[in-house]
């Protein structure tokens, strides 16, 4: 495929963004106490008697509003195609798979790096792919530079693929490079917090059963989904993703998710929990995108969940 030129970058800034997410329903609250309606603001350039179309609540909602069967179902309402990404033009990882929505009707998207674990290639994390680009999402699964690499390495190599997605790849015009969210299995979950250290203006992180020798992470200042299994016996919970998600500020945007009965490998294959609440997450934070909200916040329960925390209201 051809690539096309450069965007000029899109969309707010993240500290605004979340300023304006604070400040909107104060607004309404005094308004309302006031005894008056909002008008809705008028482009800049719209002449007196033309037309205007209706501003949208939030310019980043992309597709329906979502259901229940709309977030565990194997495919969402964006049809998606998807780009090899060779070793050879690439620096910083080893090359992978990028899957994107093919319509551009509804503007630019969030964009999402995966990381494979220890000995993995991308192929462990691939499911990920058309399960979140189908939801309105680029996403790129990745290969590292070594399948030995250990987390923080896999974290330099996450944040590699997203430079490259927002300023090189054949898919740049179609992100909005202020949107972006990594992800990662194991080590590649490990990774996905070093990312998130190292680079706070992401705006999501999601470790599934992530591995790390670093437990403190009280500096991460980007949403984060800690996803653990019950019983994983190569990042048991109590050494991995409870000290990750206790050790994040309590002041953040955060959440535990522990899967109940499964194994390490559990996100390594379709799994309708992980999904769910991955879309969810990323929807709510990427996409700051409230119609989510309700799959997060009061906490989920189910057969599927043997424990679930969080810092709800999300701000």
């Known amino acids: 495929m051809t690539a096309p030129h450069d965007p000029p970058p899109r969309g707010r800034p993240a500290h605004r963004r979340r300023l304006a997410r604070t400040l909107r329903p104060l607004l309404a609250l005094a308004l309302a106490a006031a005894g008056l309606t909002a008008l809705p603001a008028v482009p800049a350039g719209a002449r007196d008697g033309a037309p205007v179309a209706p501003l949208a609540a939030n310019p980043y909602e992309r597709g329906p509003a979502p259901t229940v069967a709309s977030i565990e179902a194997t495919r969402g309402p964006f049809a998606i195609a998807q780009t090899t990404v060779a070793a050879s033009a690439v620096s910083g990882f080893r090359g992978g798979t990028i899957y994107y929505p093919t319509s551009t009707a509804e503007g630019t998207f969030g964009a999402v790096a995966v990381s494979p674990g220890f000995t993995a290639s991308q192929s462990s994390v691939a499911w990920l792919g058309p399960r979140l680009a189908s939801q309105g999402f680029v996403v790129i699964t990745i290969d590292t530079l070594s399948v030995y690499d250990q987390p923080a390495s896999r974290g330099t190599q996450l944040l590699a693929a997203l430079d490259y997605l927002t300023t090189t790849s054949a898919v740049r015009t179609r992100i909005d490079r202020n ?39 009280s500096s991460v200042r980007v949403p984060t989904l800690v996803v653990g299994a019950e019983n994983d016996t190569v990042a048991p919970v109590s050494s991995h993703s409870e000290p990750f998600y206790t050790s994040l500020p309590a002041t953040l945007d955060k959440a535990y998710l522990e899967l109940n009965a499964a194994t390490h490998s559990a996100p390594t294959s379709p799994n309708v929990t992980v999904a769910k609440y991955s879309i969810s997450w990323l929807k709510r934070f990427v996409d700051d995108d409230t119609r989510y909200e309700q799959f997060l916040c009061p906490a989920p329960r189910g057969s599927a969940i043997e424990e679930y925390r969080d810092t709800c209201p999300h701000s």
Do not use: D, E, F, Y
Not at 196 to 210: D, F, K, V, Y
């Open 179 to 217: 949107r972006l969210a990594v992800m990662g299995h194991s080590m590649g979950g490990g990774g996905s917090l070093s990312a998130a250290n190292t680079r706070p203006t992401l705006q999501a992180a999601i470790p599934l059963t992530g591995w790390h020798t670093v437990k403190n992470w």
